[in-house]
């Protein structure tokens, strides 16, 4: 009988949980230095949203979001969304700043896109929607 496993990376702010076939796969290299740079990055930990983290990986796949009982206030993936763009910034300008982005007006403008699915688990309100194409 062959049975799934959950697997984290080790990332001391970043740390995400796998589930299912290649899970181990998913968040192995989470520490490598490759990619982009973030305000969360120390040593000796790797690039928290580099190109071998899972959130980038997720992208790269194309996987698909979850969210359940949150609002877009505590979407931590919007970070990757501004970790690319603040490095495309850094290309042009070595000293750009880093810029958090309006969650609350990126999710009413996800949220009229069409391109999620709503609902309920219990009380909870929940979207469900694909990465790469919101």
Known sequence: MRTN??????????????FGKNASDFVADHL????YRSPWDLQPWGRTY????????????????????????SLTYIHL????????????????????????????????????TRGQIGDADCRFFSIRGS
């Open 81 to 116: 969304v501004e970790v690319i763009y603040w490095n495309q910034r850094l290309d042009e300008n070595p000293d750009a700043s880093y810029i958090a982005l309006d969650r609350p007006s990126l999710g009413r403008f996800w949220d009229k896109s069409g391109k999620l």
């Open 5 to 18: 496993q959950s697997k984290f990376t080790d990332h001391y702010s970043h740390s995400v949980a796998s």
């Open 32 to 35: 490598s230095q490759e990619g």
């Open 50 to 73: 580099g190109f071998q983290s899972p959130m980038y990986k997720a992208y790269q796949r194309d996987g698909k979001l979850l969210m359940l009982g949150v609002d877009y206030q």
